[in-house]
């Protein structure tokens, strides 16, 4: 969030628990409440649960496929957005950003992936039915970022 108040915006950081919860709809109450609008929205792809950063060869590694990780970021995206939107409908700088990721990389377990495939999905219909309107919606894959939480499991 420093960055975009360094560039002369002010960002609102709502975890995947901010709009999982029954008080989802809050940081855009608030964000209606302070601005009345939200110029982007970044929706990242899923939870990425430490196990799944372990190599394969590690003896203790047990196979997994973690529903948590599936789920709530599914159904984080599309709270999210669906909150968002009304925020964004009619701006021409409306945009919103689904971190993603490609597939077939075998890095995690396979309910990492189908939450990508959904988000992809998601963001390629959620586009022509948002075309008239505004925002406009994507899909990216950056490959493996350098955050903070990656980075402390080298």
Do not use: Q
Not at 112 to 121: E, G, P, S
């Amino acid at each position: 969030m420093d960055e975009v108040t360094a560039a002369g915006g002010r960002g609102v950081f709502v975890t995947r628990h901010g709009v999982w919860t029954t008080a989802r709809s809050r940081p855009f109450e608030r964000v209606s409440r302070e601005s009345g609008h939200v110029d982007v929205l970044v929706n990242n792809a899923a939870l990425i649960h430490e196990d799944m950063l372990k190599p394969e060869s590690d003896s203790g590694r047990k196979p997994s496929i973690s529903p948590t990780s599936s789920t709530s970021g599914s159904v984080g995206h599309y709270v999210a957005t669906h909150h968002a939107i009304p925020l964004m409908v009619g701006r021409d700088n409306g945009l919103i950003v689904n971190v993603s990721f490609y597939g077939g990389a075998r890095m995690h377990d396979p309910a990492y992936y189908a939450c990508a495939r959904r988000l992809d999905a998601f963001a390629a219909t959620a586009a022509a039915d948002l075309a008239t309107v505004r925002p406009a919606i994507v899909s990216l894959w950056p490959g493996i970022v350098s955050t903070e939480r990656v980075m402390g499991f080298r």
